[in-house]
């Protein structure tokens, strides 16, 4: 259920109808306006978060991000990344909300380096 309430959420974010820096219906909202728990509002929310489609902004509520333009992250040969929530230091030096992923990238050499999600797409060079 939350996904289905997450995809509606996402239709209307990306078509405009809850445009950058508005808030998100409230999660008693959503849960009475679709007929789903608030748990199941604060799952969708969450998801939401995740993608970068959406931050909290302490004392204001859940509000719609501007639109991101993504770097293409080429991995070396040989490495592995793993994809993780962001801890409050990486959140400090990246500028980001809580909940935004990262992506963490150990080269063959074991030097490891993090890039928020948010702004990094995940691109394999070709063989």
Known sequence: M???LASHLRDDITSGRIPPGHLLPS???LSQ???VSRLTARAAVNLL???GLAE???GRGVVVREPNEYEDLVLPPGSSVIARAATVDECDEYGMSTGTP???VTATD???EVFPADRWRLVWPSS
Request: glycine share 10%; proline share 0%; net charge positive.
């Open 2 to 4: 939350y996904r289905r």
């Open 102 to 104: 990262v992506f963490s």
């Open 110 to 112: 074991g030097t490891v």
């Open 27 to 29: 999660e008693t909202t």
């Open 49 to 51: 978060r995740a993608e």
């Open 33 to 35: 306006t679709h007929g």
């Open 56 to 58: 909290l902004v302490r």
